[in-house]
């Protein structure tokens, strides 16, 4: 009853605020253009940055962009607006009227009475030029200018929306997200090589140090480090909520200076308790991949078609069979068979008990007809000591899925509930110690569960066949480069 | 007309997937508590721990949870079920039937044909017991384990939906999320002690050397640090997209342990572009303060009872007054006005020109009955160098908001956009050379512009009544401690 009064007040409350901001404020070319039925005679305020400028006799043509779309809006002022100020890439202000436009494909223009430039941009030190298709390897050399290109600008809408869309999959089906946290003491779970933190002052560690009475070497302690899963901690809250996910920074300090390798990346990793199989985990991925690529698809037609165009011709086709194809399952041992048929193609001989090299997975996934493969039923020596035993002395329940392009998109298991197993695993490995709190897990209700996670910017790559990952991710970081 | 084909094929196998899993897999309590009407006489799967038995002569009542939602299932058994395994705490599987059920506030229950204990639990070593409430100091010391407590259960899924409700607010208004980067090389923003970042193993730094041909200190040849803040990047994305936000991770190595720091905590940063007063950026603050609060009070009121009732007695009612009040604004001058009436009252003498102490910051709340306060127009010197000049050579355009019981809440500001100006600023602070790039956004079409930023742990103990953040988080970390 509490609620419902308050909910009625506040949406008046709220109304009446957005209204007031739309009427004072300037408009976005996002509301503009996606107004139905078109606002024409309505006055307003517009600002944003010149992409274009035409200047005839009677006429000033600009194309204005915002950056809240990749449309731009056509604005038609008189020849005395066009000041020396008003260049490309210059940011202006413009008050006029919206009337039907004569432009095909857009069906307003605003007629500007006042125009004014707010931010000039000298055109010749600007690193964009009107009208030229400045090449991913080029815009690179900017990270802080290269939102003001159409293909990256796109990328991030993109990207913003491909987040909200996978958030929007977990939470509909009732997953709990959690942060798991960044800086870890898990050091020894080995997927990777590890960046290490401490205070960059010494002092701090020595008010620590003063403030607890003992001298510690460590602002923790104890070694602390950049997460390289969340998995572990997924594992926790699992063993509580059920089902669970993490969106967030990984990192690896790694020398790689590949097209599909960051040392900072997003992964999207979730937890499930109760499951049964592998399939049990990967029905949820096959749907992971399909609803929110299906969404992207609906919600950012123009930006999505700025890169089938221009950047990846062809790669519609690649993700729509992704889209429309039910994924192969097959095993790590029927892989190897299938991949021995063929040794000869490879540089790498295709061995059980070794792992899947690049070209193993580009065969594989060109094998299945360019559809996405899961390789389950992995050896066990080639996965981590959470995978849950197969009981064949031989082989675990981890898998991959391989995808077009990309290959390596997902890695996912059952974990090992059962604690004798768990504990022996650990013993073998001389880490038991440390693993204390992941064996209480399995001391205290424990329940059959399992997981994966997915690489955002290879997710990326995959559906806009983008080819370097440094193009899909705001401010890339690998070794030697860590700009702003 | 692709993309309908596209949506309409695949809604068909999404349903007929999803169908399936419903089908085939164990139901969650969340599901079958909201399903309506209820699903009486259907036969199910079900799985959890075990929260409470009382066993009877000819019957056996188990309260079963999921994690899904607060709330328990009753099971309704056969005293031959009751094994020894069948504690509290242990995990079981149950196959049984929906029947209408006698107990008050619960419409079914489940008539049990098959339980199994799938996980046991040692009841004595388990260190919550059935039935008694643990303070959350004594549950706290267990951050592998609390989760399976009803209250850090709740915490958690409150936690996740106010994070989807901040998101839903700031796209629903057209703004774009960047992942702004963890790493970054700007060193001297002075928002507090950084964490500095390196590979664990040296190995990898020779590598990087050999790899390169010349020696290097540091893996990104620079020194490198984990962010304090993700506001200048966002300014480099608000000068192409017009408006951006962050939800992330940010860091700083101070030794404060206090009820209100942490070592890692997450950030809500938004930063527009187009701004014209201090005005329009406490207005969107203003609105995502209440807008999320309000869909988090109807998606969760379960959850928030429990905080209600038992974790913050009267809190509902502060949370009632934010969001029915119009925050207050004054401006820093006139709150030393005020403050300086009540000196008596205060350790620290409130002076002008000096920053505002939590206890200046309580008064001030207090003073405005217990309301949201922002104060405005800051002396410069309290505030970082990219805040906006007012030209009064003494106050600059740069607020926080306070609220009651936590003090500040979000910081923000115009930025300075007009490119003499900030270089003067830099130049005098001696940081012009790092910040070229910084300057660049101001010489290639600056427009006005302005931002705040959030700590979301501060906004879950002001929504919630927590008085400490350690209990807002799922792994918190803080001096001395870095558990797994």
New interface residues.
């Given amino acids: 009853m509490?609620?419902w009064r308050?909910?009625t007040?506040?949406s008046v409350?709220?109304r009446h605020?957005?209204k007031c901001?739309t009427y004072t404020?300037?408009r976005?070319i996002?509301?503009i253009i996606s107004s139905k039925p078109p606002e024409n005679g309505v006055p307003l305020k517009l600002?944003?940055?010149?992409r274009s400028i035409r200047s005839q006799k009677e006429v000033l043509f600009l194309h204005l962009n915002?950056?809240?779309c990749l449309a731009n809006l056509q604005v038609v002022g008189t020849p005395d607006m066009g000041t020396s100020d008003l260049t490309f890439?210059?940011?202006v202000h413009v008050e006029g009227r919206l009337l039907p436009s004569a432009h095909p494909g857009q069906e307003v223009e605003l007629h500007a009475d006042r125009l004014e430039v707010?931010?000039?941009?000298?055109a010749k030190?600007?690193p964009f030029k009107a009208k030229k298709r400045h090449t991913m390897e080029y815009t690179r050399q900017f990270?802080?200018?290269r939102?003001?290109t159409n293909s990256f600008?796109a990328l991030?809408?993109i990207?913003?929306q491909a987040?909200?869309a996978i958030?929007k999959f977990f939470?509909d089906q009732?997953y709990?997200?959690?942060?798991?946290?960044?800086?870890?003491?898990?050091?020894c779970e080995g997927a990777g090589?590890?960046?290490?933190?401490?205070?960059?002052?010494s002092t701090?560690l020595k008010?620590?140090s003063e403030?607890?009475g003992k001298e510690?070497k460590h602002?923790?302690?104890?070694?602390?480090?950049?997460t390289v899963s969340g998995q572990?901690?997924l594992e926790?809250?699992a063993?509580?909520?059920?089902?669970v996910y993490v969106f967030?920074?990984t990192?690896r300090?790694?020398?790689s200076?590949g097209r599909r390798h960051l040392?900072?990346f997003?992964m999207v990793e979730a937890e499930l308790?109760?499951t049964q199989t592998q399939e049990?985990v990967m029905?949820v991925i096959?749907?992971m991949v399909?609803?929110p690529t299906?969404q992207i698809?609906?919600s950012c037609?123009d930006d999505l078609h700025l890169f089938y165009k221009f950047v990846s011709p062809g790669h519609?086709e690649v993700v729509?069979k992704i889209?429309?194809s039910k994924f192969i399952r097959m095993t790590y041992t029927e892989a190897i068979d299938i991949l021995r048929k063929h040794s000869e193609n490879f540089k790498f001989r295709p061995e059980w008990g070794h792992d899947l090299q690049k070209e193993h997975e580009r065969h594989l996934v060109r094998h299945c007809g360019s559809v996405p493969v899961f390789v389950t039923d992995f050896p066990r020596d080639l996965k981590p000591f959470y995978a849950r035993d197969n009981g064949d002395d031989k082989t675990v329940a981890a898998f991959d899925l391989l995808v077009p392009e990309v290959g390596e998109l997902f890695g996912g298991s059952l974990r090992e509930?059962r604690l004798e197993t768990l504990q022996d695993r650990l013993d073998r490995l001389g880490l038991s110690s440390s693993y204390q709190?992941?064996l209480?897990?399995?001391?205290?209700?424990?329940?059959?569960h399992g997981g994966f996670g997915m690489g955002f910017e290879r997710y990326l790559q995959c559906i806009l066949g983008v080819p370097h990952i440094r193009d899909v991710?705001?401010?890339p970081?690998f070794?030697?480069?860590?700009?702003?």
Same sequence: chains 1, 2.
């Avoid at 709990?176 to 050091?187: L, Q, Y």
């Avoid at 090589?193 to 002052?201: H, W």
């Avoid at 070794?479 to 702003?484: D, E, I, R």
């Fill in positions: 509490w609620f308050l909910k007040s506040l409350s709220f605020i957005r901001t404020k300037a976005q996002w509301e600002q944003g940055w010149v915002d950056g809240s890439g210059s940011a707010i931010g000039p941009c000298n030190e600007f990270p802080h200018l939102a003001r600008a991030l809408r990207r913003s987040t909200s958030h939470q009732g709990v997200e959690v942060h798991t946290p960044v800086i870890s003491s898990n050091d090589e590890l960046f290490q933190v401490e205070p960059a002052s701090v008010e620590i403030d607890s510690t602002f923790f302690d104890v070694p602390a480090f950049l572990l901690q926790v809250m063993s509580a909520l059920s089902r967030g920074p990192f300090a790694e020398k200076l040392s900072e997003y308790a109760f049990d029905e096959e749907m399909k609803q299906e698809l609906a037609p519609r729509e889209l429309t509930e709190w992941y209480d897990l399995r001391r205290y209700g424990s329940v059959p991710i705001p401010f970081r070794p030697h480069s860590c700009k702003m």
